[in-house]
Antibody, heavy 117, light 110 residues
Framework: EVQLVESGGGLVQPGGSLRLSCVAS????????MNWVRQAPGKGLEWLSYIRTSSSMIYYADSVKGRFTISRDDAKNSVFLQMNSLRAEDTAVYYC??????????WGQGNLVTVSS | QSALTQPPSASGSPGQSVTISCTGT?????????VSWYQQHPGKVPKLLIY???KRPSGVPDRFSASKSGNTASLTVSGLQAEDEADYYC??????????FGGGTKLTVL
């Protein structure tokens, strides 16, 4: 069974940093591209970042470019999202998502990040 | 990177069909066959319904179908059932190396 388990969320002050982690299991991790997608409370889905196999290509949404960094460690079946200069509008549930041909086929349960003083 | 445009709401009676549109531009929906659709029930994780415009993952009922014409993609839910009441989101690859979601459509089964 495919499982994606996120961790690292929580409460952080504006301007602060957090690092989200996602550990994958139940499938061979290295051949798959991975993404981070978030959903603000009561709002829609927002794609944030994509990382291809072997980190060969990385994309970011304009809203997080320059502040967030995606990375992966295939030896640990893990993908990460380093989030810096956090703002109140970054408050959301953050999902780790596997993609196949740009379709998001498996989602983690989500990890809440709250940016507030 | 503007979001794709979806109607905020749609509705239909049990057994009927309903179609949800998703409008983009020639730089996203119109330019690539990487449109996908997701269903999200309240408090739940989104579920992939359609990928690559028309393909259904295993386990998704064939009541869910999709298409694309020009810059607009569409999801049709046939034989509406109560459990189809949920939020639906479209997504497309964009030529600016990004992926865009639509704003979401709340489907109500009357």
């Amino acid at each position: 069974e495919v499982q994606l388990v996120e961790s690292g969320g929580g409460l952080v002050q504006p301007g602060g940093s957090l690092r989200l982690s996602c550990v994958a299991s139940g499938f061979p991790f290295s051949p798959y591209s991975m993404n981070w997608v978030r959903q603000a409370p009561g709002k829609g889905l927002e794609w944030l970042s994509y990382i291809r196999t072997s980190s060969s290509m990385i994309y970011y949404a304009d809203s997080v470019k320059g502040r967030f960094t995606i990375s992966r460690d295939d030896a640990k079946n893990s993908v990460f999202l380093q989030m810096n200069s956090l703002r109140a509008e970054d408050t959301a549930v953050y999902y780790c998502v596997r993609s196949v041909q740009y379709g998001f086929d498996h989602w983690g349960q989500g990890n809440l990040v709250t940016v507030s003083s | 990177q503007s979001a794709l445009t979806q109607p905020p709401s749609a509705s239909g009676s049990p057994g009927q069909s309903v179609t949800i549109s998703c409008t983009g531009t020639s730089s996203d929906i119109g330019g690539y066959n990487f449109v996908s659709w997701y269903q999200q029930h309240p408090g739940k994780v989104p579920k992939l319904l359609i990928y690559e415009v028309t393909k259904r993952p295993s386990g998704v009922p064939d009541r869910f179908s999709a298409s694309k014409s020009g810059n607009t993609a569409s999801l049709t839910v046939s034989g509406l059932q109560a459990e189809d009441e949920a939020d639906y989101y479209c997504n497309s690859y964009s030529g600016s190396n990004s992926l865009l979601f639509g704003g979401g459509t709340k489907l109500t089964v009357l």
